[in-house]
C-alpha cells in the first residue's frame, strides 16, 4: 500500500485514488492467486511436483503440434531464463522482507532508525547460518507462527475497517476501472507496486511438492487471502481517515502498545518466509544439477523422512553474500521494490506460456479455450511486468543481471556436457562390438568385479577401452553403468533398474532417477541384488573417467564459453562424492577433451 503512494507515481493520498489502488490490489488476488495459480496453474503438476522447472519439464515431454527441435529449443529457454531468475528472486526476497519489517523499529523511536540496515544483517547472518541444521527441527515452530501472524493481520485489518466501513466499497471492479481512467500512465506505474501482494505466487506453486495441491488451496482460501484482504482493507481505511498515514500504514494500523510484538513477529514471519525460499532455491538447483544443467554441488540431505529436506553449501553461502550485497547498496525496502517486482513478474509470464504449452499438448484444451485461458493471464502479467521493467535504472536491473548470469551458467553447462558426450563417444565403440571382440581374442581375466560409469547408455566407456589397450586384463565381472535422469519427479524402485547380459560376466545397467532424486551407490547396488544380479561393495572396483578440458576452436561453443565450461568441470564435484562411492574403492582414468 505505502509503495503504491511514493512521490514517483504521483498519486494523491485521497479518497477515490485510495479506494482505486485497493481495489487493484484486491481483484489482483483474485486474478492472479485464486484463479490463475489455485484453479489452473496448481493443475499442471509433474507427478505432484510444482515449480518452473518441474513445469518445463511437463511441457517438454508432451506431445508437439510442431517441430519438435524448435519447440522444445524454445521450452527450455524459457525454464531455463525462469528459473534463473528465481535465483535471484532467492536474494532478493530475504533482504527486502527482513528490511521492511525490521524498519518497522523506527516507528517505535527515531533512535532504531541507523540500526536498521546492521541488525538485518546480523538477522541474515544467523538466518543462513542455520541452513546447514535443516528445517526438520524448527519446522513444528512454523506453522503456528504463520498462523498467528494471519490472525494478527485479520484483527489488525478489521479494527481499520471499524474506524470507516465505506473503505469495503472498493470490493467493486469499478473502482479500479475509475482510477485508470482518472490517472491515465501514472495508474500504469502504480501496477509496479501492485504486484507485490502477489510475490509468493511463484514460491506457492513450487511448494506444491512439499505439501500438496489440496492443503495449498484449502490454507490459502481459509487463512492467508481472509487475513490479508482484511488488513489491506484495514490499512485502507486508515488513510481515508488520516492520509498521513501513509508512511508506513501496516505499522501505524496497530495500537502504540502492539507495535513492538508486532515488530517482532513480523521480523520473525520474514525470516520464515526467506527460510522457505531458500530451501525452495536448494530444491530447484537439485532439480537443474540432476536435469543436466548445473555441475554436481555437495547435496546434504537434512531430514531422514523428507525428502525435500536438503542443504546446498555453496549455493546457501553465495545467496548469503549476494544478499548482503543488496542489503548494503539498497539499504531499504522502498529501494528494493523495483527489483523485486521484475524478478517476480518476469517468471510469471514464462510459466503462463509453460501452462499454455501443457494446457494444449498435455490437457487437450482447444485452441480457443487456451487463449481465452491463457491468453489472458498472459496480457494480465505483461501489463506487471511492464510496468516494473520500466524501473530498471531504479533497481530492475539486479534480477535481469542475476538471472543473465545464471542462465549464461546453466546453458553452458548443459551445452558443454553435450559436446563433451559427442566427443566421448567419437572414441567409444558400441558395446556389441566391443564384446564380440572380446570373444575372439579373450584378454587376461583377473578376480573381482569393476563397474566402469558412463554417461553414454550407447558405446564402452573410455577407460575401459584404454584399460583393455594398455593393461591387457579384465575383471571376472564386468558392468557398464550409466545413471538416467528422467523427466519425472521421482521413479519407482520397481523400474528403478534395467539390466542386459551381453555376454556371460558382462553387463550393461541402466538407473533411472528422477529430477528430485539424488542417485546413491549404495541404493544403486541393492536395486540390482533385487534384480538378482550380486555386487559385493567391498569387492568392487568402481572406474570412472576424469576428464580434462582443453579448449578448441570447434564452432560448437564459442572460446569463452570453452573457458567457462572448463572452469566449471574442475569445479564441480568428484562424481565419487556426489555418487556417494567408497573413495578408497575408485579408480580415475585421466582424458583429455578437446570441446
Known sequence: MRECFIPEHGIAVSAENVLGVLSLIFWTLILIICIKYMAYVLRADNKGEGGILALMALAVSTKPTGPLGKRKLVMLTLGLFGAA??????????????????EGLKFITPVFESYVVPLTIFIMNALFLIQRFGTARIGVVFGPLIMIWFLALALLGIHGILLNPSILKALSPDYALQFFFDNNFNAFLVLGSVVLVVTGGEALYADMGHFGRRPIRW????????????????????????????????????????????????????????????????????QAIQLGFWPRLTIIHTSRSEIGQIYIPFINWSLFAGVIWLVLTFKSSTNLAAAYGVAVTGTMIITTMLAYVVARNKWHWRDSKCLLVFGGFFLLDLAFFGANILKVKDGGWVPLLIGTIIYILMITWQKGRKVLYQRLKERSISTEVFCQRLLQKPPLRISGTAIYMAGDPWGVPVPLLHNIKHNKVLHERVAILTIITKEFPSISKSSRVEIQEIIPNFYRILVYYGFMETPKMKHILEACRQNNIHFNVNETTFVLGRETILPSNDPSLSLWQEKLFAFMSRNAQRPTAFFKIPPNQVIEVGIQIEV
Open 85 to 102: 531468475l528465481l535465483y535471484g528472486d532467492g536474494m532478493i526476497t530475504p533482504a527486502i522482507s527482513v528490511l521492511s519489517a525490521v
Open 219 to 286: 490454507s490459502w482460501f481459509t487463512v492467508a487471502l481472509p487475513g490479508l484482504v482484511l488488513n489491506y482493507f484495514g490499512q485502507g481505511a486508515l488513510l481515508l481517515n488520516d492520509p498521513e498515514a501513509i508512511a508506513n500504514p501496516f505499522y501505524l494500523l496497530a495500537p502504540k502498545w502492539a507495535l513492538v510484538p508486532l515488530v517482532l513477529l513480523s521480523t520473525a514471519t520474514t525470516v520464515i518466509a526467506s527460510q522457505a525460499l531458500i530451501t525452495g532455491i536448494f530444491s530447484l538447483t537439485r
